[in-house]
T-cell receptor
């Protein structure tokens, strides 16, 4: 079956770095998405990886290893506004998105 | 900027009522989706559409139907609402992907409708 695993909750300190991991098993693979979702709001797109390696976008970076079925989202210089849920989603061979349950990130001062 | 709007942010209905959730996007996207989101679960796809008057079942279509009469509008219908349909409903749209008629590309979400069925 198809499956996405990511931690339920993580806590980090303002100004620090945090890495949110995601492992996936899908029928075929057409890329890995990360979305951010603040409480009560819609998910917003953060990143898309389809090739192995690290993609950097400001304070956020996303990494993909296709051979390991593994991705991570790296957030640097954490700010209080980064408190949110981070959703990992893998696109399968039918271009359907398979979603993880999300990782709730709590930032402490 | 892509804008996806949903008709209501909050909705309270009674068991057995017929419920309509409307979604409109203004970016001429081919693909539109309806998801529900429940605590501890990932987004679950109810239905999607890759063209006007086209619809495809997602993972959990039971108890729902959809309508896409115009490209910009995708409606979700709960034929007879039940308490287990209490949830957050999210609409999304995306441009057509690499493969014709299939979903792909980044999805843009509406603000969501929180539905409570009593």
């Amino acid at each position: 079956g198809q499956n996405i695993d990511q931690p339920t909750e993580m806590t980090a300190t303002e100004g620090a770095i945090v890495q949110i991991n995601c492992t996936y098993q899908t029928s075929g693979f057409n890329g890995l998405f990360w979305y951010q979702q603040h409480a009560g709001e819609a998910p917003t797109f953060l990143s898309y990886n389809v090739l192995d390696g690290l993609e950097e976008k400001g304070r956020f970076s996303s990494f993909l290893s296709r051979s390991k079925g593994y991705s991570y989202l790296l957030l640097k210089e954490l700010q209080m506004k980064d408190s949110a849920s981070y959703l990992c989603a893998a696109m399968d061979s039918n271009y359907q998105l398979i979603w993880g349950a999300g990782t709730k990130l709590i930032i402490k001062p | 900027d892509v804008k996806v709007t949903q008709s209501s942010r909050y909705l309270v209905k009674r068991t057995g009522e017929k419920v309509f959730l409307e979604c409109v996007q203004d970016m001429d996207h081919e693909n539109m989706f309806w998801y529900r989101q429940d605590p501890g679960l990932g987004l679950r796809l109810i239905y999607f559409s890759y063209d006007v008057k086209m619809k495809e079942k997602g993972d959990i279509p039971e108890g729902y139907s959809v309508s896409r009469e115009k490209k910009e509008r995708f409606s979700l219908i709960l034929e007879s609402a039940s308490t287990n349909q209490t949830s957050m409903y999210l609409c999304a749209s995306s441009p057509q992907g690499e493969m014709w008629g299939r979903v792909g590309e980044t999805q843009y979400f509406g603000p969501g409708t929180r539905l409570l069925v009593l």
